[in-house]
Structures are given as C-alpha cells and as structure tokens.
C-alpha cells in the first residue's frame, strides 16, 4: 500500500518530467498524485505547471546531468522534501536523449555525452533516490525497445539502454523487500516531427503506433503491482516480432 504524504495524496517523482513524454505523464498522474518533477534547466515559463497545481502539489527541481553539483543537488532537494513531509512512494526515470549516430562518427566526447544523459545520469538518479522512497514504492525505469533490435544508426545510445536494462534486475535485488523495481521498453509512442506516422504503425503487429495513456496506463499497472519487480516490460506494439 502507498504511504501517504500530509494531504492525503500519493507523492511521485518523475525524473525528466518536462517535454513530451514527461510532461503528458505528469498531466495524467497529477489527478490522483503530489508530483516532483525535475528539469535539467529552470522551470520559469511553464504555464502547464501552474495548471496542475490547482489540483495537485507540484514540486519543481533542477537536476542538471551536465553539473558538477549533481549529487550534492540531488540530496539537498530530496532531504529539502523528507523535512516537509513528502513521502515519496513512487519514482519514473524518464529523462534521456535520442541521438542519431552511425558507425564513422564516433569520438571520445561524443560517446561520454550521450552515455553520461542516458546511462550515467539514470544510474545516479536511482541510487540517490532509493534511500528516501518508502517501504512499498516502486521505482521505473524507461529503457527503450532498441534492448532488443539495436538500431543501428544510434549503436551509441542502444549500448547505453542495454546498459540501463542491467540496472532492473541488478538494483531489484539490491533494493529488495523495500522498494520494487520496473523498466519499461518503449516503441514509437511520440514520433518525432516530420515522421511517418502511418509507416511507423505498419511496423507493429498492432497496426498502430502508441500513445502517451499507453504508458501511464503500464506505470500505473507496475505501482499497483505488489508482486512484480525487477522485470521490463515491452511496449511496442510488437514492433520487434515484425521483420526489418
């Protein structure tokens, strides 16, 4: 059962909980949740925040992977929240780039760029996290269906999501009975501008790309599942079942 924060509400922290996927997340939790959401950025001029806060208790942070400050940041804000009664019983992982990079353009800085956002910053979120979520929560991950079917103009970032895959049985084990863990591997559910929709649809046994509800929707099923840890589940309409 999810502890309670002191108005009576469920407290989450949705890491990367901004743009896109982030964002749409956070809209559809905030009926029902208290949310912290952090940027790597400031958060002045995001009007969709003071919407939510009619109805919820919204909490913004500042977690830059790029700072060298990161982790006296990150303690700093969660033990700021554990003094003012936030009991944090859920947290999603979300923040992460999607760089194109084929064989021939590969260089020292450009692999630590895209593996310090979407592998190291991640791993350094989880273990700050993990000591200040309560007995019960559960802790998800979002990974990408590339652990499966690299692709192969982003070898890169596929390297650093299989990396992140090893992380949820891994931290599962460490972190258990306490606090579960879940990844999730998604497929197309927001395509990028300028992208073909109806291709991409074509290229799932479903016949349709996804959706933003369609991942709050397996957030949702992993919290309230009291007997589900250190699995990934795949959300990709069974993309990788369809031939190149």
Known sequence: MERISRNERAC????????????????NLARDHDLVLTSSRPWDGETW???????????????????????SRMMADLESLKAEGWAISGAVLLAGTFPEHPLGTWTPD???????????FPFLCAQTL??????????QILLDTSIHRPWLKR???????????ALIPGLAQLLAPKVRVVGHALGVLLPAEGSDGAFLAERTLLKRIGEPADLARAVRYAADSPFLTGEILTLDGGRRWVDR
């Open 12 to 27: 989450w922290v949705l890491v990367g909980g901004r743009q896109r996927l982030g964002r749409a997340l956070a809209e």
């Open 49 to 71: 925040v003071n919407d939510l806060s009619k109805t919820a208790r919204i909490r913004t942070l500042v977690w830059n992977a790029e700072s060298p400050e990161l982790n």
């Open 110 to 120: 450009l692999l630590e760029a895209t593996w310090r956002l979407n592998l190291g």
């Open 130 to 139: 993990a000591p200040h979520l309560v007995e019960g929560a559960c802790l």
């Open 155 to 165: 070898l890169p970032y596929s390297a650093a999501k299989a990396g992140l895959a």
